[in-house]
């Protein structure tokens, strides 16, 4: 097999925000780190460093973003997987300075909306992205409701992750459950890629736009290459290179498949002798941190 190099990260240092299992105790926020984006090593025994308060009480598919004012936010899934798989209709938020004190944890219940939003049954895997058009960030995840139980991909802005505009359509298929949206944008060709879980065939496929908002038109393009179901994309840059490399939640075998690419649309798998994560780590999200960051967490958690 062909397999990618892997590229040399030139700065700083990378922090993977993961849950671990359906369990409701496993239902939390873990955080792994890796100095150079390929092998990563859990923090606190891979035991969790935030546990939900509020709402119910348990947060899967965390996603973690540096924002404009240089804070940290980590938004999820505001879900009890024991309580079935159309039981959850709110997003959960945290704030932090430092990665080491997360504060202001939020309950963003999409019901409040009203209307075809009363009963929203999916709000699923949301991830978050500055919009410099509208100076907010957009923040998606694949919603559904009890008329309409095909998820789809909604968007809307906030300033705080604490209140949001009301929801829009960003991408929908007829007929087909469309979930774990992960939006990168291609410095190259100046388009969005929104890739997603391709539920026909259980890979990751992508759709292009030329703004982030939408629309994303043309046929669904299959760029996984792992050979088992995968699901909860998400694609990142190694610092300093034109490499970007994307994980993905192998969730039949607890393992995590990797592959690189530096156009966003023809990858190659990374050897698996070149990367590691071997903690059982479920569907998450990574991003660059620095150094001074990397030792503050590895001194108040461990390794």
């Not at 705080?160 to 469309?178: N, S």
Request: hydrophobic share 35%.
């Amino acid at each position: 097999m062909d397999f990618a190099i892997p590229a040399k990260s030139k700065s700083g240092k990378y922090l993977f925000a993961y849950f671990v299992g359906n369990e409701p105790e496993q239902e939390r926020i873990h955080f792994a780190v890796s100095k150079d984006g390929y092998n990563f090593e859990p923090l606190n025994d891979n035991k969790p460093v935030i546990i939900q308060t509020k709402g119910k009480k348990c947060v899967r598919d965390p996603y973690i973003v540096k924002g404009q004012n240089g804070c940290y936010y980590i938004i999820g899934t505001d879900m009890k997987c024991t309580e079935g798989w159309t039981s959850n209709h709110a997003l959960v938020t945290w704030k932090s300075k430092d990665l080491l004190t997360w504060t202001d944890e939020t309950i963003i219940d999409i019901r409040d909306f009203g209307g075809t939003f009363t009963n929203t049954t999916r709000a699923w895997a949301p991830q978050a992205i500055w919009d410099a058009e509208y100076q907010m960030y957009m923040v998606y995840w694949a919603h559904s409701t009890a008329e309409q139980d095909v998820a789809a991909m909604y968007y809307a802005h906030t300033s705080d992750f604490k209140t949001m505009t009301e929801p829009k359509l960003l991408y929908e298929r007829t007929g087909i459950q469309t979930i774990d949206g992960d939006i990168a944008f291609n410095k190259k060709n100046g388009k969005y890629y929104l890739y997603f879980k391709h539920d026909e065939d259980q890979t990751i496929a992508y759709v292009t736009a030329d703004k982030v908002t939408g629309p994303y038109n043309g046929e669904a393009v299959v760029v996984s290459l792992a050979t088992t179901g995968v699901e909860g994309s998400e694609i990142y840059n190694i610092t300093g290179t034109d490499t970007y490399v994307m994980i993905m939640d192998e969730y039949s075998t607890d393992r995590f498949f990797m592959q690189q690419t530096t156009d966003f649309e023809n990858f190659k798998p990374v050897n698996p002798n070149d990367y590691s994560m071997n903690f059982n780590p479920r569907h998450g999200a990574i991003t660059q941190i620095t150094d001074d960051e990397y030792y503050a967490l590895i001194k108040k958690y461990g390794k």
